[in-house]
């Protein structure tokens, strides 16, 4: 059997749905009988897909193949989008499997680039219930966006970690600044309880995860405050000092440079 890479692929839409707030899924299990791209907009979800599993928040694509069985459990209300599709080579050639795709082609990746992320989306909550022609091929034209983004990320999440050895000491980091990242804290008291220096930390760090300890935790950050922006009624003070930022004012500042839209924009557009 021929294994195409999923890059070489085009998706063409059945239908997308759009769930607000979810507390959990009307059912636990279930295997969708067209290939599904799950995409959290704020919250969280336990998901395994075969021998796929973890959790998946804003800035993660989940992939499910048809006729595979999804378990999944809601960690914090979800609000996310679920496009449901087929799949077909160039040739128009229909792939029915995962077995048809090259391996580890399923299951979750996670997108560096949010921004272009979150802008297709929008475009994309735009045209869902459109029936007209125009909005058929736009939301093809923009699954077919989505698709890529997730063609490439899982690409170059492949070559790195076939570059990279295994390095439990960052292992260790991660999680150090995961549960360091809602209050103020100083990464070189991190890398001194590591017994690294601050240079070599950060080299070490982004070899491993792409990008530098500072930037994950701003990223850990920001996906707090959408979840809280868009779930609750705080203040952007309040929302500061829930994420590690002194007040709402410098909150607001990086919101908007790494988002490309203001806190009070992001609030109105997905609040429930």
Not at 222 to 243: V, Y
Not at 260 to 271: D, G, T, V
Request: with cysteine.
């Amino acid at each position: 059997m021929k294994q195409y890479s999923i890059g070489e692929l085009s998706p063409h839409v059945h239908i997308i749905v759009r769930w607000n707030n979810k507390k959990q899924f009307v059912y636990d299990r279930e295997p969708n009988e067209t290939w599904t791209l799950f995409i959290p907009e704020s919250g969280s979800f336990l998901f395994e897909i075969g021998s796929h599993r973890g959790t998946a928040t804003f800035g993660d694509l989940v992939l499910c193949p048809p006729d595979v069985l999804m378990e999944r459990e809601v960690v914090t209300p979800l609000t996310f989008l679920a496009i449901y599709f087929d799949l077909y080579t160039h040739g128009g050639h229909k792939i029915e499997s995962e077995h048809e795709l090259l391996p580890d082609a399923a299951g979750k990746c996670v997108v560096q680039d949010t921004q272009r992320l979150s802008s297709t989306c929008e475009y994309l909550k735009k045209v869902i219930h459109q029936k007209d022609s125009v909005s058929v091929y736009r939301r093809n034209f923009l699954l077919q966006d989505l698709w890529q983004l997730y063609a490439w990320e899982s690409n170059s999440a492949s070559q790195d970690k076939q570059k990279l050895p295994v390095d439990p000491l960052m292992r260790q980091a991660e999680s150090l600044l995961r549960e360091a990242s809602s209050a103020s804290f100083g990464m070189k008291n991190v890398s001194g309880e590591l017994g690294l220096s601050a240079v070599q930390f950060t080299r070490r760090f982004k070899a491993v995860y792409g990008m530098t300890p500072s930037d994950y935790v701003t990223s850990l950050r920001l996906s707090r405050a959408r979840t809280l922006l868009a779930e609750t009624k705080m203040t952007l003070d309040q929302i500061a000092q829930k994420c590690g930022y002194e007040n709402g004012l410098y909150l607001s500042r990086i919101f908007s440079k790494k988002m490309n839209i203001s806190p009070s924009q992001y609030r109105k557009a997905h609040f429930m």
